[in-house]
């Protein structure tokens, strides 16, 4: 596929990312487990995944939300939350806005 | 042993406003009368999310035309699903959009015939173009995630890239481009709706673009046409292994061919709990797993990608659901499908959907091949 074929971006720190609008975060009591529901589609997360994904508002910076993690778990999490993001993001689940400054409310 | 389901696909009635040749229902369809009640859904939506399913497609027929369509979305987001009202638009108003919105609704796909109104309405039977496009607007307007949805066939697919840029200026989060799959009415319409193979490339190559242009903007899912491919698709991830439709009056299937397959043992969602069908009826177990295979798929390292293919084109093509998929082109059924590339076209001579065939329509035939 040619899609396989392109460099992937990476996300940088100042990047706004949000759960795809037509996403939506869940967990499900069958499975006892964290999930992503989406059009067609189930994605199983786990709790840390979940954290993250719950600071995703599109207001946070990747920088931000790498901030409040790390204060909760005591550890520099920024790499594996930029990772994490970058791949939700080549999946289409998360979208990111690399804009410096924050959607204005109610845009 | 059975995994977990994830989808059901509540087809709520076969009542449809639209008349469109190539729809997956059967041929033979149940009337209102037929269809099972709001309770009967109710209890199936329940015992459905306790099975573990999230997905609930809203389907038919069109589901507007049921009026305890909000009740069931509102119950089926009560238990934890996420709803998907799968619909032509005829008659989603603001008024019944905003109830539905209010119930818990998570997503609405629109179906579009065509780009081209004289088209689109040729292939649904009715004026509809206007009414789909506003009701898009109301959509996309009450905050809904909109899918678009358009089935390719022969004539449509040249317009491929207009189609594109529609859905893009309707605004939709996701474009689900189909190519025609023959089952039910498609089938009996296949030498009116397969494209030709020049047809097939080009549109493959405009989809491979657009999947990249519209990136991180609206998703396209390119649904391939499979009489043009080298291996089957794998039919809804395995028979019983993610998906359960009940069809309007009560019937639980692994797949929406399914009622065409003669020696199966239908069960009813009206006598049964949802979980023992799931479990333990015969229809759910009888092509789970590969000891029902025959060769070559049995020792086919395929068989784990694409479980040998669809048991329902299996036996439409071929009269046995244990055949391999003849789209597989390692199987010499494979000339079923070649002979049905090689029939000529009859362009425009559709035979239009209906709950039962209008005086002089041309008697239910085998297909060709």
Known sequence: MPIASEVPVALGPEARPALWRVARLDYDRVRQRPVILYPEGALFINETARAILELCDGNRSVAEIAQVLGD????????????????????GLVQVAESGSPPQPGA | MAGL????????????????????????????????????????????????????????????????????????????????????????????????????????????????????ERIAGVRSVRQKEEAAAI??????????????????????????????RLGADRLELANTQYYGWALRNRAALLPTREQVERARAIAEAAIREYRGRMQIIYVLPDYYETYPKPCYGGWGNVYILVTPDGKALPCHGATQIADLQFVNVRDHDLAWIWE?????????????????????????????????????????????????????????VDRALEEPPLDGAYVYRWLSEPEGAPAVGEPAG
């Not at chain 2, 996420?82 to 008659?91: E, I, N, P, Q, R």
């Not at chain 2, 295979?293 to 036996?315: H, L, N, S, W, Y």
């Not at chain 2, 391999?324 to 390692?330: A, E, M, R, S």
């Open chain 2, 280 to 336: 333990h009826s015969p229809i759910f177990n009888a092509f789970r797993g590969d000891a029902w295979m025959k060769e070559p798929c049995r020792t086919c390292p395929r068989k784990a990608v694409d479980f040998g293919g669809c048991r329902c084109q299996a036996f439409a093509l071929t009269g046995d659901a244990a055949n391999p998929d003849p789209v597989c082109t390692l199987t010499p059924l494979r000339r079923i």
């Open chain 2, 139 to 168: 959509v996309r307007d009450l905050g809904f995630p909109l899918t678009v949805n358009v089935v390719l066939h022969r004539a449509n697919l040249d317009r491929l890239e207009a189609i594109i840029a529609m859905a893009a």
């Open chain 2, 5 to 120: 389901p994830t989808t059901l696909l509540a087809e709520l009635t076969y009542r449809c406003p639209l008349h469109c040749p190539y729809c997956s229902n059967p041929l033979e369809m149940v009337r209102a009368e037929g269809e099972i009640s709001t309770e009967d859904w109710k209890r199936v939506l329940s015992q459905a999310r306790e099975l573990g399913v999230l997905q609930l497609g809203l389907s038919g027929g069109e589901p507007l035309v049921r009026k305890d369509l909000q009740v069931l979305v509102a119950h089926a987001r009560r238990e934890g699903m996420y709803s998907t009202l799968v619909t032509s638009a005829l008659g989603l108003t603001r008024q019944r959009a905003e109830r539905l919105k209010a119930a818990g609704l998570d997503h609405v796909q629109i179906s579009f015939q065509d780009v081209d109104p004289v088209t689109a």
């Open chain 1, 72 to 91: 909760r778990y005591q550890a520099d999490v920024l790499a594996d939350v930029v990772e994490f993001l970058a791949g939700m993001r080549d999946r």
